[in-house]
């Protein structure tokens, strides 16, 4: 993993490796699998390793940075909803 991290909404031609799928697979396709709106899909936030993406937020993460008996540390990411005042 690179540091730092960043966020940022998506961007065309944006893919990653689904925690579980076995293969990559472009954002677009994925948000319209998962069901997520129009509306939705640019308020997700991405979360990057450098370029690649390691998390949307509050859905999947990439396969390829998944905890295994390698791993020798952590990060903990949480997302939480703000209430609009």
Same mark, same amino acid.
């Given at each position: ?9 998506? *961007? ?38 450098? *370029? ?34």
């Amino acid at each position: 993993m690179q540091f730092p991290l960043s966020v940022r909404s998506r *961007n065309k031609g944006d893919f990653f490796y689904p925690l579980g799928f076995g293969k990559k697979k472009k954002l677009q396709d994925y948000f319209v699998d998962e069901k997520i709106s129009r509306d939705r899909r640019d308020a997700v936030p991405i979360v990057l390793s450098g *370029n690649d993406i390691i998390w949307v937020a509050g859905y999947r993460a990439d396969d390829r940075y998944k905890l295994t008996d390698r791993t020798a540390s952590l990060i903990r990411l949480e997302m939480s909803k703000t209430k609009p005042e």
